[in-house]
């Protein structure tokens, strides 16, 4: 079942030096259970896209097009009014149907950094407790009882006492926990994790990502993946969307998108991806800076990076093409074409990825 659907949108942010196009004809799929990723460089557009679908962008940003289309499964009271099985474009909400409606209750987000996404002035317990008193007008023993339930859940050890701490007590792993159990409080359908290993040591980062895994098997959670960290992505995620100056420009399947990748700046990211069994002492960095979105794009806005280029990329934007054999597989670029020249990936990345079949 389709739980979030993102059809041809299009986001811009009015700045001093004009308007920026951040988002370009984005499109994307959600499944009950599902979990996906959205990878790319910083600036990409990855968190303006799922900021978008919790309603939280910045004041100077506009959704120019498109629509953010959530089904609903449940009616969670008389006051919400909305019947099973309804879709409603998140797009054409007000502010306050989306704090009522979609926020924290439907849709919630893990931050990147929790010391930012927790209050200083207030205890763990209260901070777990908000959402639930403020959506549900729960009394406050029972949201004590369920925050206890949370924090057992996301793995924190003494959690009666735990309740009572302020995050500067906590360490980075443990702020982060708190993070997901109040994301988790009002029981949503999808979990938004944007970049939430990022701040951690890499003992923790595996930690958080299983306990990721284990609540989504339990709560039968949707989750959406934002990351620029593409050994995250293979522990975790069903499918990849490839992302790349706010338009996705490769989608499909985790094995389609490591082992068979198809576009230049995919083969470009897992090629810069670090690999203990390498015998080049230098690690690969693709060429070039990401495109100024305040200027007008012409053509394949790759295509000053990519050495593969073709003349018409530099005069047409290249529609998604389907990749033979596959209907989950799909390329933004011109070299997918039937009468385009073939082009075979670099063969120090066809070894890698013989390496990583192997193990």
């Given at each position: 079942?389709?739980?979030?659907?993102?059809?041809?949108?299009?986001?811009s942010?009015?700045?001093?030096?004009?308007?920026?196009r951040?988002?370009?004809?984005?499109?994307?799929?959600?499944?009950?259970?599902?979990?996906?990723?959205?990878?790319?460089?910083?600036?990409?557009?990855?968190?303006?896209?799922?900021?978008?679908?919790?309603?939280?962008?910045?004041?100077?940003?506009?959704?120019?097009?498109g629509?953010?289309?959530?089904t609903?499964?449940?009616?969670?009271?008389?006051?919400?009014?909305?019947?099973?099985?309804?879709?409603?474009?998140?797009?054409?909400?007000?502010?306050?149907?989306l704090?009522?409606?979609?926020?924290?209750?439907?849709?919630?987000?893990?931050?990147?950094?929790?010391m930012?996404?927790?209050?200083?002035?207030?205890?763990?317990?209260?901070?777990?407790m908000?959402?639930?008193?403020?959506?549900?007008?729960?009394?406050?023993?029972?949201?004590?009882?369920?925050?206890?339930?949370?924090?057992?859940?996301?793995?924190?050890?003494?959690?009666?006492?735990?309740?009572?701490?302020?995050?500067h007590?906590?360490?980075?792993g443990?702020?982060?926990?708190?993070?997901i159990?109040?994301?988790?409080?009002?029981?949503?359908y999808?979990?938004?994790?944007?970049?939430?290993?990022?701040?951690?040591?890499?003992?923790?980062?595996a930690?958080?990502?299983?306990?990721?895994?284990?609540?989504?098997?339990?709560?039968?959670?949707?989750?959406?993946?934002?990351?620029?960290?593409?050994?995250?992505?293979?522990?975790?995620?069903?499918?990849?969307?490839?992302?790349?100056?706010?338009?996705?420009?490769?989608?499909g399947t985790?094995?389609?998108?490591f082992?068979?990748?198809?576009?230049?700046?995919?083969?470009?990211l897992l090629?810069?991806?670090?690999?203990l069994?390498?015998?080049?002492?230098?690690?690969?960095?693709?060429?070039g800076?990401p495109?100024?979105?305040a200027?007008?794009?012409?053509?394949?806005?790759?295509a000053?990076?990519?050495?593969?280029?073709?003349?018409?990329?530099?005069?047409?934007?290249?529609?998604?093409?389907?990749?033979?054999?596959?209907?989950?597989?799909?390329?933004?670029?011109?070299?997918?074409?039937?009468?385009?020249p073939?082009?075979e990936?670099?063969?120090?990345?066809?070894?890698?990825?013989?390496?990583?079949l192997?193990?």
């Open positions: 079942m389709k739980i979030l659907e993102i059809r041809d949108l299009h986001i942010f009015k700045t001093d030096n004009g308007k920026v951040a988002i370009r004809g984005v499109n994307l799929d959600l499944n009950k259970g599902e979990t996906i990723a959205i990878v790319g460089e910083s600036g990409s557009g990855k968190s303006v896209t799922t900021k978008a679908i919790m309603g939280i962008l910045a004041g100077n940003g506009v959704i120019e097009q629509s953010i289309n959530y609903w499964e449940d009616d969670y009271s008389e006051e919400v009014g909305k019947i099973e099985g309804k879709t409603v474009d998140i797009v054409q909400l007000t502010k306050e149907e704090q009522r409606d979609i926020r924290g209750r439907k849709i919630a987000m893990v931050f990147q950094d929790p930012t996404s927790l209050n200083p002035t207030m205890t763990i317990g209260m901070q777990v908000e959402p639930m008193l403020y959506n549900y007008k729960m009394d406050k023993e029972h949201a004590y009882q369920k925050a206890l339930e949370l924090l057992e859940l996301v793995g924190i050890t003494n959690a009666k006492k735990r309740m009572k701490c302020y995050p007590q906590l360490s980075g443990m702020r982060q926990r708190i993070v159990a109040i994301a988790l409080s009002c029981d949503p999808v979990l938004i994790c944007d970049e939430p290993t990022t701040a951690l040591d890499v003992t923790i980062q930690k958080i990502l299983e306990l990721i895994k284990d609540i989504q098997k339990k709560k039968d959670l949707s989750v959406i993946y934002i990351t620029h960290d593409l050994g995250v992505v293979a522990k975790v995620a069903d499918y990849v969307n490839v992302m790349y100056a706010g338009k996705i420009v490769e989608t985790i094995d389609e998108i082992y068979d990748p198809q576009h230049p700046y995919t083969w470009g090629s810069a991806m670090p690999d069994d390498t015998d080049d002492s230098i690690l690969y960095t693709i060429p800076s495109p100024n979105l200027k007008e794009v012409q053509g394949d806005v790759f000053p990076r990519n050495k593969f280029a073709l003349n018409i990329d530099y005069r047409l934007e290249p529609p998604m093409f389907d990749v033979e054999g596959s209907n989950t597989h799909k390329v933004a670029s011109w070299l997918m074409h039937p009468n385009a073939k082009i990936m670099p063969k120090e990345l066809k070894h890698k990825i013989a390496k990583m192997d193990n």
